[in-house]
């Protein structure tokens, strides 16, 4: 009997302290996150001021710092998806391209960081000159942009990138209209494909199927 209570406290001491040790993850582990597979914790329905401190905590970091971040434990799902973003930043301020492109990509693709899904607008647009990318890649930042800030122009998410977003949006439409890629293409797949990107943002971030209309 007092070896079975030994194991019962032995193993409800262990439960605790893993409790109270979350895990952390490899940069390699945390770049293979798709969509959450990793299960890092989640601040559901994350607010203005939510979003403020992360771009206000995240925007002075360099590379090293951003890297120890990502290596910290607990790390949360928005804290990893902005790590992310601002590693690209801090590859593009030593124009290492690769690098650039690498984390937007992850930061967009397999954490829909809507920030991350403008920059890859931005370089498709400008750069690479592929409009029908550049397009995919403005809306679904839009989309995403919209389950987080809900058309709230005050909210920290919806100021960034503004102008860039309205003058993108206004090129590649007159573009479109000029026949300069299949704008009409381009639209169908990005209306099969937002929806579901939406509702597994949604998903993975905590905030519930959307209300039907």
Excluded: W
């Amino acid at each position: 009997m007092l070896k079975k209570l030994s194991l019962i406290f032995a193993l409800f001491t262990l439960c605790l302290f893993s409790c109270d040790n979350p895990k952390n993850y490899t940069l390699e582990e945390l770049e293979k996150n798709h969509y959450n597979e990793l299960a890092l914790p989640v601040k559901a329905a994350l607010d203005a001021e939510g979003y403020k401190k992360i771009f206000e905590e995240f925007q002075d970091l360099n590379k090293d710092q951003i890297l120890n971040r990502l290596n910290s434990n607990g790390l949360e799902l928005h804290e990893a998806s902005f790590c992310f973003y601002y590693l690209a930043n801090a590859y593009a301020a030593e124009k290492d391209i690769k690098k650039v492109l690498k984390y937007h990509k992850i930061a967009a693709e397999h954490y829909l960081n809507p920030q991350s899904l403008l920059k890859l607008a931005e370089i498709h647009f400008h750069v690479n000159k592929d409009y029908a990318k550049a397009y995919k890649y403005l809306y679904t930042s839009l989309e995403v942009g919209i389950e987080i800030h809900s058309h709230n122009n005050s909210h920290p998410l919806a100021k960034n990138g503004k102008e860039k977003m309205e003058y993108l949006r206004q090129e590649l439409e007159r573009m479109g209209d000029k026949g300069m890629f299949d704008k009409d293409a381009a639209f169908k797949q990005l209306k099969a494909e937002t929806t579901p990107i939406v509702d597994k943002y949604r998903e993975i971030y905590g905030l519930g199927p959307r209300e039907s209309s």
